[in-house]
């Protein structure tokens, strides 16, 4: 159909060895495939695929999707020669996605004036009485749920135009599984509850050991794993020169339960930490926020020709719980940046861009706790400038060369604490400073393009650093690069 489709792949890989002596056996025994007898020598691996996948035709404004691929696999362990055994592998991923639009939905219970109107002067050039009726019928059998209250329909009209101002919502969940079951007989094949994954184990019987089990006393092992993840996102145009993006919440969950070992989880997700060891947060999208137009202000637009702020966070909360103990509870936040701002001048060929970024690991083990703190500020200008000349040839064209000067100067400046806490505390005075770095960089760059085939850099490069174990050092190098481009014609 137009909304399902499934697809089926299957392979097998067979030993042919024991046919080497009566080369005309196998094909003899394919011109009577049903024949019962028949056998490809001895299977080594088979393995099938299934695909589901399912658009329905209905709500379009959530445009909703969903697949389902499972995928089994058969092989056979060569070591075994006696008893033979036998690996099996149920791996089955499920998608659902949704887009939602907010605008889609309310044209369901709205109609927007500047479509109202339209129709209404569509209206007014018809002549007849009887086609403007039956038009109007349709309007109205089209928008069945159409709202004519005129209080709630300026509570609509406000919602439409925020809707205009806000992306589609995109909503994803995934559920995947694998369950891996080694050493079992050979002659044995599970249903296809356990192929398609419905069920999780291949056989319905809590005494797995002696019914998959060997007569060679191989050890049958066997692993669940299952994961589960919820992911939305969107973006906002607040105003005409504000905009918040790249917003998305996103939680995860893997469970895996060994035969052999602790059943462990670890979940992710997004997160704000808060307190000397981030768990006093909360769960928050990560985003990013820039403000363009900023030259606008303050006469600025007489030195600069664009100004844009940027602000950026992402954090996230990792987990890990084994044996119903949490091991380990892990937190992060990056502020990148916590402050930027680009620049281009408005009459000279000049860009700025400075940028302050923080980033914090909180990692908590037992009643201790780490805590890493990073700042780091990047400033740079740059200057291009491009020109060109002519090289005059006799009797021939004159030879044209492009040529371009950049000259760049970064300054670094990055600034990294360790405190460390032996037992559980809501002050940070508790903590104590267990490693520290400091650097500071100053880099100026120039670099000349001669024409689109040669090009190089010569560069100072000054450093200097200090940290807990090797003290102050200074760092002071000077080099050049030189690239040459090749063209092959054909």
Do not use: C
Request: overall charge neutral.
């Amino acid at each position: 159909t137009d909304n399902l489709n499934i697809n089926y792949r299957s392979d097998m890989n067979s030993n042919l060895n024991s046919l080497i002596s009566d080369k005309y056996k196998f094909l003899t025994g394919i011109s009577n495939i049903f024949d019962l007898s028949f056998s490809p020598g001895i299977v080594k691996s088979y393995s099938e695929q299934f695909s589901f996948t399912y658009t329905p035709a209905v709500l379009e404004w959530l445009s909703p999707r969903f697949s389902y691929a499972p995928r089994y696999s058969w092989s056979r362990d060569l070591s075994t020669v006696v008893d033979p055994t036998a690996d099996i592998l149920s791996s089955n991923d499920f998608s659902a996605t949704f887009t939602l639009s907010l605008q889609k939905l309310l044209d369901n219970f709205y109609t927007h004036e500047n479509n109202s109107s339209s129709n209404s002067r569509s209206n007014n050039r018809r002549n007849s009485n009887s086609r403007s009726n039956r038009n109007q019928s349709s309007t109205d059998n089209n928008k069945p749920f159409e709202i004519n209250n005129p209080y709630a329909k300026t509570f609509l009209k406000f919602l439409y135009g925020l809707s205009q101002d806000i992306s589609n919502i995109n909503l994803t969940y995934k559920y995947n599984t694998k369950h891996n079951y080694d050493n079992i007989t050979a002659d044995f094949e599970p249903g296809y509850n356990f192929r398609l994954g419905l069920d999780s184990s291949p056989i319905n019987s809590e005494d797995i050991l002696n019914e998959l089990g060997t007569a060679s006393n191989q050890i049958l092992s066997y692993s669940n794993y299952y994961y589960d993840e919820f992911k939305i996102s969107t973006s906002v145009q607040l105003t005409r020169h504000l905009s918040l993006s790249s917003m998305e919440y996103r939680k995860t969950r893997a469970k895996s339960f060994p035969s052999n070992t602790f059943h462990t989880i670890t979940s992710t997700e997004s997160f704000l930490p808060l307190g000397t060891n981030g768990k006093d947060g909360f769960p928050i999208f990560k985003y990013s926020i820039n403000l363009t137009g900023i030259e606008q202000y303050w006469r600025l637009q007489e030195w600069f020709k664009t100004i844009t702020i940027s602000h950026a966070f992402n954090g996230e909360n990792s987990k890990t719980i084994k044996d119903d103990i949490i091991e380990k509870d892990d937190f992060s936040r990056t502020f990148s940046p916590v402050f930027g701002i680009s620049s281009k001048m408005k009459n000279y060929p000049i860009n700025i861009k400075l940028n302050f970024n923080n980033t914090l690991t909180i990692t908590n083990t037992g009643t201790q706790t780490e805590r890493i703190t990073k700042d780091q500020i990047t400033f740079s200008v740059d200057y291009t400038k491009k020109s060109g000349f002519r090289i005059p040839l006799p009797f021939i064209r004159d030879f044209e060369i492009d040529n371009e000067i950049n000259l760049r100067l970064d300054l670094n400046y990055d600034n990294t604490s360790t405190d460390f806490s032996y037992v559980q505390t809501d002050d940070l005075a508790d903590f104590e400073n267990t490693a520290f770095s400091k650097s500071f960089g100053i880099k100026p760059t120039l670099t000349y393009s001669f024409s689109k085939y040669v090009d190089g850099d010569l560069y100072l490069n000054y450093v200097l650093t200090e940290n807990h174990t090797t003290g102050k050092k200074k760092e002071t190098n000077i080099g050049f690069k030189i690239r040459i481009y090749f063209e092959s014609f054909e």
